[in-house]
C-alpha cells in the first residue's frame, strides 16, 4: 500500500505551472509501489504519475534512477519516461520531497504469468540490458547483493526460528555457501533487480513496458534473470515450472546469448536470488507494527524456492535448451 | 485509505467483456473513499471508477445509491453515471462484492474553500435537492439523523471523557436539547448528508460534479445545508466565516428559496450535523486498533463547531441576508 505524503490540490497546481503539460484535470492517490507516494495525475496533456520519494529511498539515489529511465526511453525501451519541468528539470520538490512526474504506462500486470509471458519478459528483460550498456552517467551498487545479506541475517537474529523452526541455521549455511562460490568476473551492467510480474505490464498479452526501476544497480546481468526465475516461473503449489523457465531463457537468449559461464553461474545465482528475498522479507516480517493494515510478503515463499535451487543438479534443470547447456 | 478487496487483472478482465466499454488498458486501486475499494480504470472507451462495496455499505442500500446516480445524472448533475453491462445491469459482482463500475468525473477537490467555491457548492446543492424531487423508485431512512446518535453516545460510553474531559456529560445535555427540539414538517427530499470538500470537485474554480452518495437518504433538506455550513464554512484556526456562510446560503436560495421554518431551524439543525459528526468521529476515534496506519479524524474539531452554533442567536449568524432572515 502506498501513499504517505499528503498533497493539497493547491500546491500540486503550483507545482504543474513549472511545467508545459497544461492545467491539472484530477488528481488520485494510487496503491502502487511500496516504497514511495504515487499519484495519478490527469492534465490537459494526459495522464502521468506523480511520485513522491519517501524516506526508504536515499536521495542522493536519484540522479542514477532518473538518469537510467531517461536513458532507457531514449533507447526504445517501454518504461515511465521522467518529464522535465520548463528548466529541463526532472526532479522537484513537492509537499517537501523529492518529486517526479512520468509518462503513464498503459497496461495491467498479470498475477498468473503464462509461458507466452514469461516469454515477453526474457524478450524485454535482454532488451533492458542490451539499452543499458552504455548507461554511464551514474552508476548504484547493489545493496543487496552478497555483501547486504549478513547484515539482514543479523537482524533477524534468532527470531528467524518462529517463522520457521532451523531457519536461522540453514540461512547461516546458505550465506557462507553463497560468499564462497558468488561468480565473478560474469558480465556486468545494469539490472532491474526486482522484475517481478507487478513490475511488468501487459495488454491482450502483448508486453507493453516495465515500471518500478527502484531497485535498479549495476550488477550481473544473469543475477536479472536469477531473480526472474524466482519470481515468474514458480507455480502456486511451490512447483518450479520448466516449461515457464525455459520460455523466458529462450527470449532472452535470442536477444543476447549467454555465456558458458553465466549459463553455470545460473544455479548459485538462483540460490542467491532467493535468499536475498527470503531475507528482505523475513527481515519486514519480524518488524511489522502490531496492528498494521500491511500484511507483508511471506518469508516461506522464498525459503521453499531455496530448497529447489539447492536441489538442482545443473543449469538443464531450468529449462536451458541443451545446446546451450554448460 | 481504501482498496481493501483484491482484485486480479484476470478477473477483472472477465468481468469487463460483460460491458461495452471495450478492453482494459489499466487498472489502479486508488486512494479515493473510506468505505470502499474504488479502482481507476481505462479501456478503450476512457476512464471509469470501479467500486467494490465492503463490508460497512448494506447490500440493500445499493439499488437506492445506484438508481439516484443514475437518476440524477438524467437529470443533468454532474455525478459519477453507472455504467450498465450488456444485460442492462448496473450491479455486478466482482471478487466476491458487489460491483459497480461508474463514468469518471474530472475534477480535484479543495483543502481549503474559498466564498466562491462554498457559492458554486450552495448552488449545486440545490440543484442536487431538485433533481431529487421526483426520486421515488427507492427510499433510504437517514441512520445517522437523530434517533441514530443516542446509540452512538452509548458506544462511547465513559470514555468519550478520556478524549475530552466532561465530553461525556455535553453530549447527553446535547442530545437531550436536539431530541426534544428537532423540527418537523419542514420541507424533506433525497440528500447527500457527507458533502464535504473531498466529495466536490472543481477545475479552474468551476464545480465539475458531486461524488460518493453513499451516505445519502431522505431528510431534511436544510440538513443538507447545515452538514455543509460545517464542512465548508470554519477556518482551520475554529472561527465561523460568516462571508462563506453567507455565499453558500445565497447561491442556494437563489436556486431554492428558503422557508421561513426552514431559516429559523438553521441554528438546531447545525447543531445536530456537528454532534453527528462529533459522534461518529469519536466512535471511529475509541476504535483504532492499535498500530493502524489510519489516523482518523479528529473529534474535537466538531466539539469546537458545536460550541459555536450553541452560541449562535439567530440565524442571521450564519450570514443569511436580512431579508431573508426569520
Not at 498533497?7 to 484535470?25: D, Q
Not at 535482454?126 to 552504455?134: I, N, P
Not at 555465456?259 to 516480517?285: H, M, Q, Y
Amino acid at each position: 500500500m502506498a501513499v504517505y505524503t499528503d498533497v493539497t490540490p493547491e500546491e500540486l497546481e503550483a507545482f504543474l505551472s513549472t511545467y508545459e503539460i497544461g492545467r491539472l484535470r484530477a488528481f488520485k492517490g494510487i496503491a502502487e509501489g511500496v516504497e514511495n507516494s504515487n499519484y495519478l495525475l490527469q492534465t490537459e496533456a494526459g495522464s502521468f504519475i506523480l511520485t513522491l520519494y519517501e524516506k526508504r529511498v536515499n536521495p542522493a539515489d536519484l540522479p542514477f534512477f532518473i538518469g537510467l529511465m531517461e536513458h532507457l526511453a531514449s533507447r526504445g525501451i517501454d518504461c515511465p519516461q521522467p518529464v522535465r519541468n520548463r528548466a529541463g528539470v526532472a526532479l522537484g520538490t513537492l509537499a517537501g520531497r523529492p518529486a517526479l512526474i512520468a509518462t503513464f504506462l498503459m497496461g495491467t500486470s498479470v498475477r498468473r504469468p503464462t509461458a507466452a509471458n514469461c516469454a515477453a519478459l526474457g524478450t524485454a528483460l535482454a532488451g533492458l540490458h542490451k539499452a543499458g550498456g552504455d548507461f554511464s552517467a551514474f552508476s548504484r551498487v547493489n545493496a543487496l547483493s552478497v555483501p547486504g545479506w549478513r547484515p539482514l541475517y543479523e537482524t533477524a537474529g534468532e527470531r528467524a526460528d518462529t517463522v520457521a523452526p532451523g531457519l536461522r541455521t540453514l540461512i547461516a549455511n546458505e550465506l557462507a555457501f553463497l560468499e564462497a562460490r558468488w561468480p565473478a568476473g560474469l558480465p556486468a551492467g545494469i539490472i532491474h533487480a526486482d522484475l517481478f510480474p507487478d513490475n511488468v505490464f501487459f495488454i491482450d498479452g502483448r508486453l507493453t513496458g516495465l515500471i518500478d526501476f527502484y531497485f535498479a544497480c549495476n550488477d550481473l546481468l544473469a543475477y536479472d534473470i536469477a531473480i526472474c526465475l524466482n519470481a515468474w516461473c514458480f507455480e502456486p503449489d511451490g512447483a518450479y515450472n520448466q516449461t515457464k523457465g525455459r520460455a523466458l531463457i529462450a527470449a532472452y537468449q535470442a536477444e543476447r546469448p549467454l555465456s558458458e559461464a553465466e549459463i553455470a553461474a545460473l544455479p548459485v545465482l538462483a540460490r542467491g536470488a532467493a535468499l536475498r528475498f527470503l531475507l528482505t522479507r523475513l527481515v519486514d516480517w519480524l518488524n511489522v507494527p502490531p496492528g498494521a493494515l500491511v500484511r507483508p510478503h511471506d518469508p516461506l515463499e522464498y525459503l521453499r524456492k531455496l530448497r529447489f535451487h539447492r536441489s538442482v543438479e545443473s543449469p538443464r534443470d531450468y529449462g536451458l535448451a541443451t545446446e546451450h547447456a554448460a
